[in-house]
């Protein structure tokens, strides 16, 4: 008997048989049920039942990562560990050890597991085993070959996917970016001991209070971020992000709304203690209402403490007269929404009005102090100049007791910012670029003193007048423009006030306002006037009669002519 050629007979066809038996039916056997739980994998899992693949997220922001960010990746490994583990149980357990061990070498059937009647029959059966592990062996290679391609394919798609979102979420910040920088929005904290800049405030979800530090396009979301109570929060400002309430992330102060969606203009008042100031605000707040009534300019409060600090300040002037001395160390700026028109629009600007304490500009320490003024779009310099010893000793002896009872401050306004220009410059950098509005307190007080002129006409020119002149050249020479008013706050503050001194009030804070882009209409004040009534034409007469045309005279010779022809003549 040829042993050997038997065995090469054998050989062959075990492979004959293996290849067979993977290419008809054990190949396509283990790639459908690896598929198969590959897509498991990635079904969701009935409701109320824990999900494995979701573990909490661990990080410091009150939500989920979105589902492409991170999730995405845990479901595709997941998805391919299935398949693998598929593939190796098949071969492994169900092939190799219960079909080919305990089923083909025992001479049971490999499908049923019937043990084969005659001893024939149990002879094939064994002769079998080495085909179905081969046929195992080559289905499972060939399998994982072909998952391979499939994972690398569907990681490409993967890929795809994630660039599309990073794509959404570049184009969204680089939209709300554009359209920041388009309307000139800059956000800062109006907060005293603050003051500082920051790109996006905090904002709390009115579902749990959570804090969201990071509510913007990124990797919790592009259009909309899912806090951990379940809620859908918008990402953009321009989806709706405005509604929610902020903080600032610096001081976490409760910020008002308008704060990241209209520009903010910061004015700060600058003058002396007793300079009139708190009162001057006061006037601008009523000015601002008056004009309000008569134009297309609106005014609001950005928030329910701006409105009460306002409205503790109406009835201190109403009850005594007087506004109450500024107290404490850096001022909160009291905020306004001042805007044109009505409607998609409308534009508005967030006016950060501060009232800082006389004895803030006493010297250049305290001036630095002052970290608002970097942020300054303009600079209401408030000018008490019966404070200055120039005014004072022009005057007589009944006009020296009418400027002591009226409180001048403590320093004259060419003091004042003389102390306070440098660090100005110093702390913005900028002061080449900014307006300043130099409003002249107490004219009811000026108007009754005999030893000075009124101030009527240019205030400039007054101001000169009265030997104020270097003021007038110094913030003409520091500053890119300069406009001067003389208001009463008495008259325009209180029962009594008069309308015209209101309006008067506001216009140095609206001319700052029009330098920003805000212009409301009219002239310097930024109101729009009355336009006068034209005047009819006059009929148009009739016309003369031509006269006739006179003849023409002879033209008289000249003497010179008479001269030269005489003296050719001898």
Not at 21 to 37: D, E, I, M, P, Q
């Amino acid at each position: 008997m040829n042993l050997p050629f038997i065995a090469q007979v054998l050989g062959w066809a075990t492979v004959v048989v293996g290849v067979a038996v993977c290419l008809g039916y054990g190949l396509w056997r283990f790639l459908a049920l690896a598929l198969r739980s590959a897509a498991t994998a990635f079904r969701p899992r009935t409701p109320g039942t824990p999900d494995p693949r979701i573990t909490p997220y661990a990080g410091t922001e009150p939500a989920q990562p979105a589902y492409w960010a991170r999730q995405m990746w845990i479901d595709a490994a997941a998805g391919g560990r299935a398949a693998a583990w598929t593939v190796w149980y098949l071969l492994v357990h169900h092939w190799l050890d219960e079909i080919v061990r305990h089923r083909l070498l025992r001479g049971r059937n490999g499908s049923t597991g019937d043990r084969a009647e005659h001893v024939v029959g149990r002879f094939l059966l064994r002769l079998l085993a080495p085909a179905t592990a081969l046929a195992a062996l080559l289905s499972a290679l060939l399998s994982c070959a072909l998952l391979i391609g499939v994972a690398l394919a569907f990681s490409a798609q993967l890929l795809l996917v994630g660039a599309v979102a990073v794509a959404g979420v570049l184009a969204a910040r680089g939209a709300e970016r554009s359209w920041k920088l388009a309307r000139g929005i800059r956000m800062k904290c109006p907060y005293p001991g603050c003051y500082r800049p920051f790109p996006l405030a905090v904002h709390v979800c009115p579902g749990c209070g959570a804090v969201h530090r990071e509510l913007r396009p990124g990797r919790y979301g592009a259009l909309r971020h899912v806090c951990r109570c379940g809620r859908a929060l918008p990402t953009t400002a321009l989806t709706g992000r405005r509604g929610l309430a902020a903080r600032c992330p610096h001081c976490d102060q409760v910020l008002p709304p308008a704060v990241g969606t209209t520009r903010v203009v910061h004015l700060p008042l600058i003058g002396g203690t007793s300079a009139g100031k708190t009162m001057l605000m006061a006037a601008v707040l009523d000015g601002l209402r008056s004009w309000s009534h008569d134009s297309r300019l609106t005014v609001e409060f950005a928030s329910p403490a701006d409105r009460r600090e306002a409205n503790t300040l109406s009835r201190q002037v109403e009850a005594t007269g007087w506004a109450l001395k500024t107290q404490g160390g850096q001022p909160r700026a009291l905020m306004l929404l001042v805007g044109r028109g009505h409607g998609p629009l409308r534009r508005q600007r967030l006016l950060y009005l501060y009232d800082p304490m006389g004895e803030s500009l006493r010297d250049a320490e305290t001036v630095r102090r002052q970290e608002y003024l970097a942020h300054a779009d303009g600079v209401l310099l408030v000018a008490d100049v019966l404070a200055s010893p120039v005014v004072r000793r022009s005057l007589r002896e009944g006009d020296g007791g009418l400027a002591t009872a009226a409180r001048p401050a403590d320093l004259g306004p060419v003091e004042t910012y003389a102390r306070f220009t440098g660090e100005l410059q110093g702390l913005g950098g900028r002061r080449r670029r900014l307006g300043v509005a130099a409003v002249v307190t107490k004219r009811d007080v000026l108007d009754r003193l005999g030893s000075l002129p009124g101030p009527e006409g240019p205030v400039e020119a007054w101001l000169a007048e009265i030997g104020l002149g270097e003021l007038v050249r110094a913030l003409g020479h520091d500053f890119a423009a300069a406009r001067y008013w003389a208001v009463s706050a008495h008259a325009a503050t209180g029962a009594g006030a008069l309308l015209s001194e209101q309006r008067r009030a506001a216009e140095p804070v609206l001319w700052l306002l029009s330098r920003t882009g805000l212009r409301i209409g009219g002239p310097a004040a930024g109101v729009q006037e009355p336009r006068l009534p034209r005047l009819p034409r006059l009929p148009r007469l009739p016309r003369l009669p031509r006269l006739p045309r006179l003849p023409r005279l002879p033209r008289p010779r000249r003497r010179s002519d008479r001269t030269a022809r005489d003296r050719s003549s001898l």
